[in-house]
């Protein structure tokens, strides 16, 4: 199970490449897509499509390719398979028929955006939840939604972009109140990264066409600690974080967070939440 670039075809690993080059056989998910990755590094190999309407008869296919001593690799169109990807019908199969599945870790969407988030909401009291795609119907869509709003920590979704107007639309009626970081064609030429109140997102969406485009990866914050007595933050501390923000304004919100805290005595994780008020408010 290889994965491969989620844009930057520079993001291949070394063991990946070495991968691709030893095996007899590339199972893909899209074959023409993986044949330009193919064609970039300059390698020729037996293909075989692999996606979600034939992974099943495909998984045959595979495991005759094993009994004959061949080597197959399985790449979906970009990232880690089996992540919101064919992948894992085929995992269990093979696995069933005797044989052994190597991981080849690398990019990931999940990851990549999870690294530049910013929101400290991934401890044991706050897990992460990673969702993928949403159902494409709206009744579907609302049902699952009000599931999720049940669970604790934050939540992580992929989107096409002909379903991002619909799916922020969403995701705002839902959880307003709640921190929304888009990654948007990450690793790709225009890569961005907003973050902002759910509430603004279907905003944010429609000021500017070019913000519909690409692929998305949309992690929503755990659910705000409701206000009062033991969540208000001292006079002090605030004023501690916002000198420590406006005078240090490459020092991390984690870290700002974490000194504001030992300085002043306040919470850290309430001192965390207002910098990212802050940070927002002045984004605007």
């Known amino acids: 199970m290889v994965a491969t670039p989620i844009g930057n075809l520079g993001d291949i690993t070394l063991r990946a490449m070495a991968v ?4 007899d056989v590339v199972a893909a998910e899209d074959t023409r897509t993986s044949q330009q ?11 075989l499509a692999v996606h979600q309407h034939n992974e099943n008869d495909a998984a045959v296919k595979v495991i005759a390719y094993l009994q004959q001593g061949q080597r197959v690799a399985f790449v979906s169109d970009a990232g880690t398979p089996g992540l919101s990807d064919p992948g894992q019908r085929l995992v269990a199969q093979v696995r069933q028929a005797g044989f052994p599945i190597i991981p080849i870790p ?5 990851a990549t955006l999870l690294s530049v988030a910013g929101i400290d909401d991934t401890d044991s009291d706050h897990p992460l ?27 992580l979704f992929y989107e096409a972009p002909h379903r991002i107007a619909e799916t922020l639309a969403a995701l705002s009626q839902q959880w307003p109140t709640r921190q929304l970081v888009i990654g948007r064609e990450l690793t790709k030429q ?7 109140p759910l509430a603004q997102a279907p905003a944010w969406l429609a ?20 206000a009062g007595p033991d969540t208000a933050i001292p006079a002090a501390a605030k004023r501690t974080l916002e000198i420590l923000l406006a005078t240090l304004p490459d020092l991390p919100t984690k870290q700002a967070a974490q000194l504001a805290a030992e300085i002043s005595g306040g919470k850290k994780n309430h001192l965390y939440d207002y910098a ?5 408010t002045q984004e605007r």
């Open 20 to 23: 691709l080059h030893l095996c």
């Open 276 to 280: 990212l008020q802050l940070k927002t």
């Open 190 to 196: 225009f890569e961005q990264i907003a973050v902002m």
């Open 129 to 155: 939840h990673f969702i993928g795609f949403l159902p494409s119907k709206a009744t579907q869509r609302q049902t699952v939604l009000a599931q999720l709003g049940m669970l604790p920590g934050a939540l």
């Open 37 to 47: 990755l193919l064609a970039r590094y300059r390698l020729h190999k037996t293909m």
């Open 207 to 226: 000021q500017n066409p070019y913000h519909a485009r690409g692929e998305f990866a949309l992690l929503v914050a755990a659910v705000p600690a409701p």
């Open 106 to 110: 690398g990019p990931s969407a999940l």
